[in-house]
Every structure is written in structure tokens, then in C-alpha cells.
């Protein structure tokens, strides 16, 4: 039974690996780039919410312990309790070291489209209470939304990310302490079903053992793969509003917004 | 052996006589013991003789007393070959838990030796509670040319989670209760990179994770080596202590667990919590890449 997701999600992934904007990476302006991260910055800083919602919503105590070890890795201190830079701080460095100033981060304000994406995304989870199975359901979200998608969209940002930061191997470049991170400790990297035992396992794998633990019917697992579905399409919006479809790649944000004006008149 | 059968001192004093001068007949023993030991009626003697193959149980037929001389001699050549064996093995003493000072000492001789062979320390835990015990002579062997590897479980590993719910689970003492091996693990490699730290990136400092099931916690300080068992029921350091010599003629012991440690060495990756970067990100990924 456990297959049917599996292959849902791997049709998804590779869809989504073919958004028109990921395909054009290599083509758009790095001060676009940044935009898009920059943006894109605001799901990460919604994250801690959409975490603490499910860590709330949920009543299964396993499940609760997984989303909340994964929570509380935002938040790393050492073992003497010192609180060492979150992962919004590594977030915000490696934007400084990509070029962005802290102005621009600061101040950029939220797209009314990424604002959407985050309200839809959270509409969706309050959507699940109440349903039979809806701490499958939130486990499912959770994981495609939070993690198996922040991964492969790391990693299709990583192709021009790597053009300034470095995972180690260069000496030339200063190193990615958020995006390359999350890009792997994040990713999907098996089968829902396929965690080995060797080797430790992402974010994803945590949560895919409990989605496999609790999709007890085939009811269960069409629930969860419709809020698979539909995860992958708010992430796919928020890329989309960079491309205009007339006018293929998005120029740049403020051109953007003269369309949107010339449009309203 | 006396404990062993519950024999009395004077029917030890019979055995010894009887090991002493071989006598094969009742009447040669007597004799002997007479001359040798004390006065005894032949009666009471006979007695004593009885009793003593009571406790050995010689019960089988024929003369009695050549059995007895029989049990004697190969209980001795296995109590005799016992000793050549653990000395020949290495084995010299087995400490109810980790003698902190013993391996000091054994770290000072090797900062001291001459002999570059004997400059190694290697440590194989889960993670080490006493490693911070060590931060000085850890310290003082990189500086004397000592080379140190450290072999400690991947914090993140399924391998590392079962020992932390098997100790949780059985082990008596409270403290076991709350243990978090993955903040002892990191506990650990924050001692290490305040050595890092100390002595600016030392190169005779190694250090990998594995996240495989370790075999013993070993301690090797040259040919010096403590190991323990990993039990339910307490850490490794808590626990009874194997103390190996290393350069034995049978090498079944020290030969097998070095290989072992040399093969765990082999299969874990390296890890080098640097104090000028993030390493726990590294941490957290080092099996998943």
C-alpha cells in the first residue's frame, strides 16, 4: 500500500525539479536571485509556527517527541545550555555572504504571493482537525511541506548558491551554513518504508517512519497523499510568481510591480 | 582448593604428604605421615582418608588412594596451566571499574617513552564520561609527539539511540534514567575542541565517528590497554575492567581487539569539531552525505 505514496511523491518531486524557474536557473540575474531567497525567507521563518501547530494539534506522543527533537534543532545551544546562532541567524549569514545587504533582507517586504503561500499553508493545516485522520494527515504536510520540498528546492537553488558559497570542498569560497545544510539533513533520501538502519536519518526519514507507522487504511493514504498534493502546489506558486508568462523569466521585482500597476490601470 | 572441597588443616596435611612423597599404598602414607607430620592411629587415619575421597567423590572401584593421587595431579596441571595462560594472554588484572589513576600513570609513561612505537593513545567509547578527566594529559601527550585517535559513536546513529534506550531501560542507577548519549557525545567533542583550541589544529589529534555497534570500550595507552563490556545494565567505565598487556606471545586477545579497533577506525569518517566553525551542522549530516 505504502508504495502508492511513494511513487506520488517522486512524480511530485520531479515536477517540481521542473518548474520553469529552476529550469532557467542558471539564466537569471543574481540580484534576482537573491530576491527569490529573499522571499523565500519568509516560509523559512514560518516554519517554527507550522512546527509548533502540528507539535499542538498532534495527541500521539511519538510523534510529538520526533517533531519536537526536529523544532528544537532551530534553536541549538551546547551542553552547557549556552545558545549558539539559530538556524534563522545562519539563514540570514548566509544571505549577507551571498551578497544581499541587511537592508534588503530587512526591509524587502513579503510578496502578496508568498504572503498567500503561508496563509494557505496554515488554512490547510486547520483544515485536517476534526478529520479522521488528521494527525497522519499533519504528519504528511509536515513532512512534504517543511522538509522533503525545502530539500529539493535547496537543492535546485543550490546550483547558483554554489556559485559564492562553498559545502566545505572549496577553500575559495565562504561555507553555506544554512542552505547546503538543509538541503541534505532535510532531504527526502529513501522510500517511505526504506529508512536504514545504518546512517542515520533526515528530517524526512523521522517523520516517514511515523507516516508509515499510522497509514493503517487505503482512506489514510489518500488523505495523505491529497495534502502531498497540495503542498507541492502552494511551494510551486511561490516560484511561479518569479516567472510573468508573457514575458518569460520575471525581469526583477520592481518591474514586476510596474506590471502589476499597468495591469490594475 | 582447600575452600573449594571444604577440606579441614589436617586432612590438608594428608594431601600434602600424599603430593610430596607419591606414596601409592595406604600403609606407605601412613608411615611417611608419621614420620613427617604427627602421630596417628591407623584407625583414625583411615578415617581421614575416607573423608577426603568423600569430598573429591573418588567413589569408582579399586584402590582408592592412586585415584586420589590422580585427581591431584591434573587438578594442579590445570590450575598451573590457568596462570601460563593469562599471563601468556596478557591479561594481569581485572579492576571492578575504570582505574582513572592506573591510566594516567600509563598515559605519563608513554609521554615519557622514547619509544615512538609506544606513542599512541587510542580510546574507543559510545562517548567517554570520564574523557574531560583527561583534558590535561590528552593535551600533554599532542605536545610530546603522542598520537591520540578517538573513536566515539555518530550521535545521531540508530546504533547510538538503542544504547541510550537499553541504558535508560536496565541500568540500575539514576542517573542512567535521563542519560542523552547524543549531549554526551557532543559533551565529549566540546572537550576536544577546547583541545583543539589550546593547542592551535594539532595534527596528532584524530578523532571519527562511527555508527556501527562498538565491540568493547578500550582504553590503550601504548602496550598498556583496559577494555569493558558494554552491559545492560551500567556504562563501560562502570564496570569490571579487563587490564592487557599488549606485546604478549599469545596474541589472542590483543591482536583480535586491535584488529577490531583498526577495523572500526577503517569504516568510521572522520569528524573534527573545529572552534572556528559550526561543526554541529557537520555533526548532523556527517552519515547522511
Redesign the interface.
Known sequence: MIEAINSFEISLIEKFRSHPLFIQIDAIAWHDVLEILIQRRFLSLSIVNIYEFVIDALADQQIKRTVRGILNEEYPRNTKGIPLPSHRELLFQDLLNLGATSEMILTTPETPVTQMVRDESYKLMISCLGEKYYQVGLVAFLRFWAEVLVSVEYSCLWQRISERLSNEQSNHKIRSEFYYFHMIHDSRNSDVGKESFLGGLTHSQELAIHLQRLISSEDALLYCINLEGIAYQLKYRFYDQFIVPQLGMRPSLTECKAIQLLSEL | MHREYELTSLEIEVLMCLEENKCQTKKDLLETYIRSYSTIEEEAFTQRLKNIYKKFQITGKGYKLPQLHKYLTEKYIQHQNKDIFFSEIGLTYIYPTFPRDIFEKEIDNVIRSDNQEHKRVDILQTFAPNLNDYFEHLTQCIKNDVQVRILLA?P????AKLRENVLRRYASNTISDEINIC?CV??NL?TLEKIIRALDNPKLLDIKLY??LPSLAIYRAGDYMLAAPFLHGSLAINTFQLELKLNTSNQLIAHTLQKDFELMWQVARRFYPDPN??W???L??????
Open positions: 555518530w545521531y546513529s540508530e546504533a549531549d557532543i559533551a566540546e555508527d556501527t566553525k559550526n554541529r551542522n557537520d548532523k549530516i556527517l552519515f547522511t552525505s
